[in-house]
């Protein structure tokens, strides 16, 4: 409300000449903050989302991955949105969403 105060008394007082002049300057901080809130918040989280679609489109059978939850198992098969993974020597099977997967941990040669 303060800043619409201050453009209104600027642009009264000084005239259209003067009110130019103050409104770039009440605009240059409020463009560089939308800037400064694109590189440092959007820019990477759309980098991290590319990354993790990424890593989910590679996904392999047989590769070794560990959920949000934090269980750890080996890929045995792969479904549009499912993957079904085996978490132990007794061969448990347990059937996840594919977006539960947090992390790969098989190295892949490229």
Known sequence: M???NNLV????STGTEGGLGSILS??????AMIAIFYFLILRPEKKRTK?????????QVADEVVTTGGIIG??????EDTVLLETGSDRT???IL????AKNNTVHDE
Do not use: E, F, G, W
């Open 9 to 12: 008394v600027a642009t009264t």
């Open 74 to 79: 080996r890929v045995v098969s792969i479904k």
């Open 26 to 31: 009440l605009l240059i901080p409020i463009v």
């Open 2 to 4: 303060d800043l619409i």
């Open 98 to 101: 594919k977006s539960s997967i």
């Open 51 to 59: 990354q993790m679609n990424d890593m989910l489109d590679n996904l």
């Open 93 to 95: 099977k347990i059937r």
